[in-house]
Nanobody, 115 residues
Framework: VQLVESGGGLVQPGGSLRLSCAAS????????AVWYRQAPGKKREWVAG???????YYKESVKGRFTVSRDSARNTAYLQMSSLKPDDTAVYYC??????????WGQGTQVTVSS
């Protein structure tokens, strides 16, 4: 199974982006979807997740600004980001918890928040 993230780019502070994560198989039908990010010089960190029941979870610093969702029929997960801050600048990755534990990652998508 491959996970391909897209939707990143350069955005001004306060702007919005919607990240997508397309799976080559039906992995999101039976697994939670999680989003991580890695800023330059920092460790990769968990940002948000959505379980197969649709319950969502967020890192405290993104609560109220980011929204995670999934479309199991399309095998795609999304991360809607708004009110972006320079501290949100990072490479964003989607994954499943099992792949995280196995250290399997996609190429990620770069998000840069700058004026």
């Amino acid at each position: 199974v491959q996970l391909v993230e897209s939707g990143g780019g350069l955005v001004q502070p306060g702007g919005s982006l919607r990240l997508s994560c397309a799976a080559s198989g039906s992995i999101f039908r039976v697994n939670d979807a999680v989003w991580y990010r890695q800023a330059p010089g920092k460790k990769r960190e968990w940002v948000a997740g959505i379980d197969i029941g649709g319950n969502t979870y967020y890192k405290e610093s993104v609560k109220g600004r980011f929204t995670v969702s999934r479309d199991s029929a399309r095998n795609t997960a999304y991360l809607q980001m708004s009110s972006l801050k320079p501290d949100d600048t990072a490479v964003y990755y989607c994954n499943t918890p099992a792949r995280v534990q196995s250290d399997y990652w996609g190429q990620g998508t770069q998000v840069t928040v700058s004026s």
